[in-house]
């Protein structure tokens, strides 16, 4: 498909340490062949960390394996980002066998804590609850949160040689709950943490990446719980620093996405991020290229399964264990053949 934006990428999970190479090979033989130049890849706390061990994820990336996605992607000319969840998507359910990716559930049951409440459960905005729905939640005024993601995010920005870090931030249910975060509005909360983080980063000179859906009010856009807002969050986008580069993803068949006027409305930078379904992709791709205002910077195609099991599927062939896999080849095929 011909796009008219100069950034073409992909969201891949991090691979587990032994398809590190077929993810390599991947990006080599396939993503950049196709005019492929952002890649944003979703490490969570998979990665060893020094400065933090004890928030490691389950196989965690060595340095030696980052060096070996950051030389190929210099040597293709591709912009690696790093994403961390820095707010909601703390914990989930293990996937069987057990690939570290965590996965929302639709009923309150007991979880488990990734990466940084497993280490401080304390950081927890409900740190008593034994059962969540969906996932757990950081909390956004104590201040050992922000010191620890710094740290995180500065080791991971490190090692991965990036200009920007994605931070996640989509899908935020658990907010404004404990006494002291209760004290200002949530809009006020997520600007204010959003913000901080932006001020480590921009001192850095570092890009800050984030999902939109919590920029949308569910009242008036009507797109549902997961892809705007019912607690309060969307008038945050007018209380956050303007170069914020804001990933607005939608995934069901829509005609009409009035989230790129709004992202437009103010005066925010975005990119395009579709998933599975090529027919809603195109829906997306073609609503955002009629209203550009010159704020859509390009396409950010979203994938959400293994990386490893991704690229031999879409290398040779190989049988996938998700459902959607072949969905989201042929998909990835329209759009960067």
Same mark, same amino acid.
């Given at each position: 498909?011909?796009?008219?934006?100069?950034?073409?990428?992909?969201?891949? @999970?991090?691979p587990?340490? &032994?398809?590190?190479?077929?993810?390599?090979?991947?990006?080599?033989?396939?993503?950049?062949? %196709?005019?492929?130049?952002?890649?944003?890849?979703?490490? /969570?706390?998979?990665?060893?960390f020094?400065?933090?061990?004890?928030? /490691?994820?389950?196989?965690?990336?060595? *340095?030696?394996?980052?060096?070996?996605?950051? +030389?190929?992607?210099?040597?293709?000319?591709?912009?690696l980002?790093?994403?961390?969840?820095?707010?909601?998507?703390?914990?989930?359910? !293990? %996937?069987?066998? @057990?690939?570290?990716?965590?996965?929302? !559930?639709?009923?309150?049951?007991?979880?488990?804590? =990734?990466?940084?409440?497993?280490?401080?459960?304390?950081?927890?905005?409900?740190?008593?609850?034994?059962?969540?729905?969906?996932? *757990?939640?950081?909390?956004?005024? %104590?201040?050992?949160?922000?010191?620890?993601?710094?740290?995180?995010?500065?080791?991971?920005?490190?090692?991965?040689?990036?200009? &920007?870090?994605?931070?996640?931030c =989509?899908?935020?249910?658990?907010?404004?709950?404990?006494?002291?975060?209760?004290?200002?509005?949530?809009?006020?909360?997520?600007?204010?943490?959003?913000?901080?983080? !932006?001020?480590?980063?921009?001192?850095?000179?570092?890009?800050?990446?984030?999902?939109?859906? *919590?920029?949308?009010?569910?009242?008036?856009?009507g797109?549902?719980?997961?892809?705007?807002?019912?607690?309060? @969050?969307? +008038?945050?986008?007018?209380?956050?620093?303007?170069?914020?580069?804001?990933?607005?993803?939608?995934?069901?068949?829509?005609?009409?996405?009035?989230?790129?006027?709004?992202?437009?409305?103010?005066?925010?930078k975005? #990119?395009?991020?579709?998933?599975r379904?090529?027919?809603?992709?195109?829906?997306?791709?073609?609503y &955002?290229?009629?209203?550009?205002?010159?704020?859509?910077?390009?396409?950010?195609?979203?994938?959400?399964?293994?990386?490893?099991?991704?690229?031999? !599927?879409? #290398?040779?062939?190989?049988?996938?264990?998700?459902?959607y896999?072949?969905?989201? &080849? =042929? @998909?990835?095929?329209?759009?960067?053949e």
């Amino acid at each position: 498909m011909n796009l008219p934006w100069k950034t073409k990428g992909i969201v891949l @999970t991090a691979p587990l340490s &032994a398809e590190v190479d077929d993810v390599v090979e991947f990006i080599d033989k396939y993503l950049a062949p %196709n005019g492929c130049n952002l890649i944003v890849m979703q490490v /969570r706390y998979r990665y060893e960390f020094k400065l933090h061990p004890e928030c /490691r994820g389950y196989d965690p990336l060595s *340095r030696e394996d980052v060096k070996k996605l950051v +030389e190929v992607c210099r040597k293709k000319g591709i912009r690696l980002v790093p994403k961390m969840n820095l707010i909601g998507h703390q914990s989930g359910l !293990h %996937n069987t066998p @057990t690939d570290g990716i965590l996965h929302g !559930h639709g009923k309150a049951i007991p979880d488990f804590r =990734d990466g940084l409440l497993r280490a401080y459960p304390e950081l927890d905005e409900q740190p008593d609850e034994k059962a969540v729905v969906y996932s *757990r939640s950081l909390c956004l005024t %104590n201040p050992l949160v922000k010191l620890i993601v710094f740290d995180l995010m500065d080791e991971l920005i490190d090692a991965f040689e990036a200009d &920007a870090i994605h931070i996640g931030c =989509d899908e935020v249910f658990n907010i404004g709950l404990c006494p002291e975060c209760s004290k200002v509005s949530n809009a006020e909360l997520f600007a204010n943490y959003i913000s901080a983080l !932006h001020e480590h980063l921009a001192d850095r000179g570092v890009e800050l990446m984030m999902w939109g859906d *919590r920029f949308l009010d569910a009242e008036k856009i009507g797109f549902g719980k997961y892809e705007s807002s019912y607690n309060g @969050t969307s +008038e945050a986008i007018n209380m956050i620093p303007k170069d914020i580069l804001i990933c607005d993803w939608h995934y069901e068949n829509q005609t009409e996405f009035p989230s790129v006027d709004i992202f437009a409305d103010a005066g925010l930078k975005m #990119l395009v991020c579709p998933m599975r379904v090529k027919e809603h992709a195109v829906n997306f791709i073609e609503y &955002a290229a009629e209203h550009d205002r010159g704020h859509i910077e390009g396409l950010l195609m979203t994938t959400w399964f293994g990386s490893g099991e991704l690229a031999r !599927h879409m #290398l040779y062939g190989d049988t996938a264990k998700w459902q959607y896999a072949e969905q989201i &080849a =042929d @998909t990835i095929r329209y759009l960067f053949e």
